[in-house]
């Protein structure tokens, strides 16, 4: 199953403390889903505010890419620029 980690604070605020999960999810947007429905708020949260780090490659939008069954997923914060 692939495993969802972060290394940012917030997250907690979400999920009650817990900063590594599982999730049964295979692309991007599926994983969007379950965090909402695991943890209220936490989808939404990440899709907005959330670069995703998938096998060491970093996507900033990527809700139509694969996740892979022992994919390693890992949360921060998006980088701003300007």
Do not use: Y
């Amino acid at each position: 199953m692939p495993r969802v980690t972060s290394i940012s604070g917030r997250i907690a605020d979400f999920t009650g403390g817990v900063s590594a999960f599982e999730v049964e999810a295979r692309t991007v947007r599926a994983l969007m889903r379950e965090l909402e429905a695991r943890f209220p708020g936490l989808g939404d949260f990440v899709e907005d505010q959330m670069a995703l780090v998938i096998d060491g490659e970093i996507f900033q939008d990527a809700l139509g890419v694969e996740i892979g069954a022992d994919s390693e997923i890992v949360l921060i914060p998006k980088i701003a620029g300007g």
